[in-house]
T-cell receptor, first 115, second 112 residues
């Protein structure tokens, strides 16, 4: 089955700096890669996603890149703000179903924005 | 408001006492899944459903059952809970062709 590795487990950056979280996946058939943000006491919330036919996607201060050959994808947050502090999870579809049979998640990155 | 609703939010129970965690979505989504979240292990899939009466095992199905008799509901059943099922549980749903999953607020279960 799919296996998703996520690094780092904890990331501390100064407010205004950029943050990068990296993930690798094992199943070359996976075709959908979402990123979720989880705040304390809440469920994960989708913040951005990318499909395997796209190399990069941007939405305001966040961007995701995908390298299918190397089987890795990354989340980039620019101009970080205090409200960006949270746990971030990457995920990959289980096979080529685009997520119809669910997602496999990385173990999460605790992002801390230092004032 | 489009949402996934789980109940209860918190539950403390004793070993062996059957329980059900309910999940309901109001978005007419075909796909639904259950996950458990444990410190250091991230989110792991328990069961998923691609449509009514279609369910299948995820990565950690032992000790759990599900049913999908109606499109909107996907209850998680623990027939004989054990302490190692103490965890934070999330239900999620997604529409066909959309790919993005919406998560519920979670159910924190403690089995003593």
């Amino acid at each position: 089955g799919e296996n998703v590795e996520q690094h780092p487990s904890t990331l501390s950056v100064q407010e205004g700096d950029s943050a990068v979280i990296k993930c690798t996946y094992s199943d070359s058939a996976s075709n959908y890669f979402p990123w979720y943000k989880q705040e304390l006491g809440k469920g994960p919330q989708l913040i951005i996603d990318i499909r395997s036919n796209v190399g990069e996607k941007k939405d305001q201060r966040i961007a995701v890149t995908l390298n299918k050959t190397a089987k890795h994808f990354s989340l980039h947050i620019t101009e970080t703000q205090p409200e960006d502090s949270a746990v971030y999870f990457c995920a990959a579809s289980r096979g080529s179903g685009g997520g119809a049979d669910g997602l496999t998640f990385g173990k999460g990155t605790h992002l801390i924005i230092q004032p | 408001e489009a949402q996934v609703t789980q109940n209860p939010r918190y539950l403390i129970t004793v070993t062996g006492k059957k329980l059900t965690v309910t999940c309901s979505q109001n978005m007419n989504h075909e796909y639904m899944s259950w996950y458990r979240q444990d410190p250091g292990l991230g989110l792991r899939q328990i069961y998923y459903s691609m449509n009514v009466e279609v369910t299948d095992k995820g990565d950690v199905p032992e000790g759990y059952k599900v049913s999908r008799k109606e499109k909107r509901n996907f209850p998680l059943i623990l027939e004989s809970p054990s302490p190692n099922q103490t965890s934070l549980y999330f239900c999620a749903s997604s529409g066909k062709g959309y790919y993005g999953y919406t998560f519920g607020s979670g159910t924190r279960l403690t089995v003593v």
